[in-house]
Each structure stands twice: as C-alpha cells, then as structure tokens.
C-alpha cells in the first residue's frame, strides 16, 4: 500500500485461474482463487482503502474486465488474493513530493466536483468537506491545493486554459461550487453561509463580494469571462426547501445585482461571456436573456416535458443539453437558442432513453455530449445527441460530476457510490482509474 501511495505503481504476481480469467467487473473476491503458486504478473495502480480493494492493470486488452482493470478485494495479511502479496516488485518511479499524489485521494462516500482545461491537461476536483486537488498532466499525478478542513465543497469548474497556479481560501467557508474564467486568472467560490470569494490573480489572494445583497446562501457559479461574474443563491421556501435566483456583476464583483428573484431556478446555463443566459424554475418555464439578465423572455420548457432540472451548453451559449422530467421519469433534451434569442426549439433525444439522469457535459462546440445516470453509466454522442453510445468501461455509481476538455476526448467523471474518479482519454473508449479511497 506504501508503494502504490508514494510511488504510483507497484507489481505483483497472480495465480490466476478461470474465474480470473472470466471477470467482468465488480469486487473479484479473494476466495475465488487459490493462494498455492503464481504463473501471472499484474500492476496495482490504486488502492481504496476505506471500501478495501486493490485495483489491478492487466496485459489482456481493454476487453477484459473493467476497461482491462480488476478491483481486487484486500485482505489483511497473509499471501493476500490469489498470492499477490507474496511476491512483488516496486516499479522505480521518482518519488513524489509532499502533497502530491500518482492518485486523487477522494473521501469515501462524498461528493466531489471535476473539471478540465480545454487542452485537457489540467484537471480539478474540489472534495465536499475535503481538499481540491489539480493536475497539470491529464490526471496523472495531483497536488493537494487545499488541507481536509478546508469547506464543503459541491462543485469546481475549469477554464478553458486552466492555468491553475494556486488556490486558498478562508476558512469560515462552507464551498458549493467554484467558477474560472477562461484565461484561468479569476477564481469565483460560492459559500453556503454568504460568501462569495473572488481571486483575480490564480488564487494567490481573495476578496469577499457580495455581501451586501441580503443573501444568506450561495449555490452555484457560473463561468464567465471579463468582468462579468454570475452566481446562484438559495433562500429557505416553505413548500420547495430552498428556492433560488441569479445575481450578476458587471465590474468583476464590486457591484452586484439580482437579475432572477428567488424562484427556484433548478437549471442555469451560460455563454462564456455571459450575455447570453438560459434558466429554469419549478414552474415548467424556461427563461432566456441575451443582455446578461437585465431582461428576460419567457420561452417554456420543450412541449414533451413538465419542467427542465439541470442545463449545459456550447461555449456560445446556443446549443443546449438539458435533463427534462417526462412523465415522471427523466430524459435528455437538445435545446437551440434561435438567432432572434427569444425562441428555443427543443427536442427530445429519445436515442438516449428515459433514465435518471444526472450529470451532463458538453464539448465547446455543442456537437460532443455526455451524460451519466444515476445508478448506470456514461453515455457518449458525437452528433449533437442524434445517437447514444454507452460507454461501459467507466463502470456503474452514483455520478456527481462530469467534465470533458474542448473536444470532449479527454472526460472525467466522478461517482459517489462507488466513490472513484475515472478518465477517458479517448472520448469514452477506454477509461482509468485516477483516485484511491480514504475513510
């Protein structure tokens, strides 16, 4: 397990048998194998500690087993599953410095938030009560930017060139979410005790905005560039719990302005320059403002939905993938703000079929999507969702986030349960383990 924490990667030798030979995916036991002589050799790469298992690299092709990785259960002591702990070798790798990591260390059970520069090299993942970790070298090794105690954190957006330098914060913050502009410079966290934070200068100092606004919880941040800043705030209702609304600043944060009353906005989408927005609420609308919310246009949600729970969009703001509540059930809509902006054709992208959906992700241009549901897996299109293909190798959980660079060839994705972050580095082909699991 030293091995593996400080050098990334350790061998071992396997004596593998049919059953091994048959994996598929889950937890393979250790009691399916016999612990009496080794004729294999393997890599572990990862290990999570809290729901104990090893997760083992294969020489047998992407076929096998999950994307051609194992996870193996551990057990204490003794020759270990099917004898790897009787004979291995550590793989010389440079040992890391303190506060960096070969794999994101994620908390077991917790959610956690992903995002990607556009080139796809530098990742982001901000930890509900833990750290935000970054990697500057597609998920292959991680800094720790922030210590445990440091907020709860719901959610972390990527700038398109993701030139993350450093981040800091106060600690009297419970983090929701954090926005970056394109260029990296400007950092925007949203706190559920009435903070907003803002860093110009890669985190390197903050400044607190927003607080005169009467807002007691802030939700969400938007990624927008120049010196327009957007978030979402929350105030306690009696029949929905919280409600929200949307307030914007013009003059990267010395002012603000509440551009959407507190009416429960349950999805929010952005151009990155943030003049061209789209918002929905419980009521089944479905809100569109191409002057950064200074006025609005009533244009309804898709005729074949009661309401629109969550938005993505192109970096224009134009083409739209929304997650739409259908007869009870949920189902994937392609939106497309028209060039007058004040219409939205909607259409139902039935190729995807009814599942509870829960993350969503889209490339630049708005013709490369992904979605993740709840329970099942990530789903891939490269048409605009016209088609959907399931992407079987990231495996099955509970998705909290998902995040794709430009061209959506580098994706992340994050579950809660089983708590993993996984990378695919070719669209969805072929997907890796990049996170171990601590208690």
Same mark, same amino acid.
């Given at each position: ?5 400080r050098?990334?990667? *350790? ?5 593998v ?16 194998c ?6 294999? *050799? ?7 500690? *809290? ?18 990785? #194992? ?6 002591? $003794? ?14 790798? *440079? ?12 908390? #077991? ?10 080139? @796809?090299?530098r ?14 070298? @597609? ?6 930017r ?9 959610? &972390?957006g990527?700038?398109? #060139?993701?030139? +993350? ?6 600690? #009297? ?13 400007r950092?925007?966290?949203?706190? +559920? ?9 890669? $985190? ?19 990624n ?36 959407l ?17 789209v ?14 919310g ?9 005729l ?5 729970t ?12 929304? &997650? ?33 959906w ?14 993740a549901?709840? @329970? ?11 088609? +959907?293909?399931s992407?079987?190798?990231? $495996?099955?959980?509970?998705?909290s ?15 809660t ?6 990378i695919?580095?070719? $669209?969805? @082909?072929? +997907? ?8």
């Open positions: 397990m030293a091995a593996v924490y050098r990334g990667v *350790a061998v071992v030798y396997w004596n048998d049919e059953s091994f030979v048959g994996y598929n995916s889950g937890i393979y036991p250790a009691s399916a016999k612990a009496d002589g080794i004729n294999h *050799a393997m890599a572990i790469v990862v290990y999570s500690r *809290a729901e104990r298992y090893w997760v083992v690299r294969n020489s047998w092709g992407s076929d096998w087993g999950e994307a051609g990785y #194992a996870r193996v259960e551990m057990t204490p002591g $003794g020759s270990g599953p099917c004898s790897m702990y009787l004979w291995g070798a550590v793989v010389p790798l *440079a040992t890391l410095p303190a506060g960096f990591y070969y794999s994101a260390p994620l908390k #077991a059970g917790q959610r956690a938030s992903v995002a990607i520069s556009a080139d @796809g090299q990742l982001a993942v901000a930890v509900e009560y833990g750290s935000v970790l970054c990697s500057a070298d @597609g998920g292959r090794t991680w800094r720790d922030l210590g445990s105690s440091a907020g709860r954190w719901r959610h &972390i990527m700038s398109s #060139a993701g030139r +993350w330098r450093h981040i800091g914060m106060s600690s #009297a913050g419970r983090w929701r979410h954090i926005g970056m502009s394109s260029d990296g410079n950092l925007l966290l949203a706190a +559920w005790d009435n903070y907003l934070q803002v860093s110009t200068n890669f $985190g390197e100092s903050w400044g607190a905005t927003a607080v005169t606004l009467g807002v007691r919880k802030w939700d969400r941040s938007l927008t560039d120049g010196s327009r800043l957007m978030a979402v705030f929350a105030q306690p209702d009696q029949s929905y719990g919280f409600i929200h609304g949307l307030a914007v600043s013009d003059n990267s944060g010395a002012n603000w302005a509440v551009r009353p507190a009416d429960s906005p349950l999805g929010v989408a952005a151009s990155r320059d943030g003049s061209l927005v918002a929905s609420n419980v009521r089944g609308e479905v809100l569109l403002s191409s002057d950064a200074a006025t609005w246009t009533t244009v309804y949600a898709p074949f939905a009661t309401s629109v969550a938005m993505t969009a192109s970096s224009d703001g134009r083409r739209l993938l929304a &997650i739409a509540t259908v007869s009870g059930s949920y189902s994937l809509a392609g939106g497309t703000v028209q060039p007058d902006n004040t219409r939205i054709t909607w259409r139902e992208l039935q190729a995807a079929g009814r599942q509870p829960q993350a969503l992700a889209s490339s630049t241009d708005g013709l490369r999507l992904v979605a549901a709840k @329970g099942g897996t990530v789903y891939i299109s490269t048409d605009g969702g016209n088609s +959907w293909a992407s079987v190798g990231a $495996g099955s959980g509970d998705w986030s998902l995040a794709c660079d430009a061209s959506c060839t580098r994706i992340a994705a994050v579950s349960s089983p708590t993993a972050l996984v695919s580095d070719g $669209g969805g @082909g072929k +997907w890796t383990v990049r996170s171990y699991v601590t208690p």
